[in-house]
């Protein structure tokens, strides 16, 4: 199975930061990675697939980037309502495996 | 709108069983791969099961294989998942998801499941 790395696994930041979640792959899954945002007591919210695709409706200040084993989730400039859980997952092969997640705080 | 209502989580005693139903609706349902992915308490998602469009393939996780069934109904729209063997590591939240290119693009709200004595 491949296995997800994220790191942080916890964030403190504050409103107007620029943060960066990275999330690595146990091996090479080319562009073949996804990110998801859980807020406590809900369902995920699915944000980008395929490494860099935003999901219909995502704000712009997310961003993903990378490829091969490395990825990084950008928020540019972080809202209150993006205090949340991220998980990255990778789509290449199965079974589908996600990262630990990385809760963002507040600072 | 696309919509995903899980159905029958609940209480089960270790090597009981449970079926999971989801009524999906607001999109054409035999269009799309579904998902079934749970997190137990406390914990990070975790992946269990997909079916086709059309059920002819089924992919499981290692942990639940021979005892787990994914199964879909397209005239009546609806997704399942038949857990049998139940361990207490089974207790999770379970959500049922559809798919897009091997990823879970739409979510239900899940349905508890505990696996308890």
């Known amino acids: 199975d491949i296995q997800m790395t994220q790191s942080p696994s916890t964030l403190s930041a504050s409103v107007g930061d620029r943060v960066a979640i990275t999330c690595r792959a146990s091996?090479?899954?080319?562009?073949?990675l996804a990110w998801y945002q859980q807020k406590p007591g809900k369902a995920p919210k699915f944000l980008i697939s395929r490494a860099s695709n935003l999901e219909s409706g995502v704000p712009s200040r997310f961003s993903g980037s990378g490829s091969g084993t490395e990825f990084t989730l950008t928020i540019s400039s972080l809202q209150p309502d993006d205090f949340a859980t991220y998980y990255c997952?990778?789509?290449?092969?199965?079974?589908?495996?996600f990262g630990q997640g990385t809760k963002v705080e507040i600072k | 709108e696309v919509q995903l209502v899980e159905s029958g989580g609940g209480l089960v005693q270790p090597g009981g069983s449970l079926r999971l139903s989801c009524a999906a609706s607001?999109?054409?349902?035999?269009?799309?791969?579904m998902s079934w992915v749970r997190q137990a308490p406390g914990k990070g998602l975790e992946w269990v099961a997909n079916?086709?469009?059309?059920?002819?393939?089924?992919y499981y996780i290692d942990s639940v294989k021979g005892r787990f069934t994914i199964s879909r109904d397209n005239a009546k729209n609806l997704l399942y998942v038949q857990m049998n063997s139940l361990r207490a590591e089974d207790t999770a939240v379970y959500y049922c998801t559809r798919d897009g290119s091997g990823t879970s693009n739409n979510w239900g709200q899940g349905t508890p499941v505990t696996v308890s004595s």
């Open positions: 997952q990778q789509h290449k092969s199965y079974p589908r495996t």
């Open positions: 607001g999109y054409t349902f035999s269009n799309y791969w």
């Open positions: 079916i086709k469009e059309d059920g002819n393939e089924k």
């Open positions: 091996e090479n899954i080319n562009i073949w």
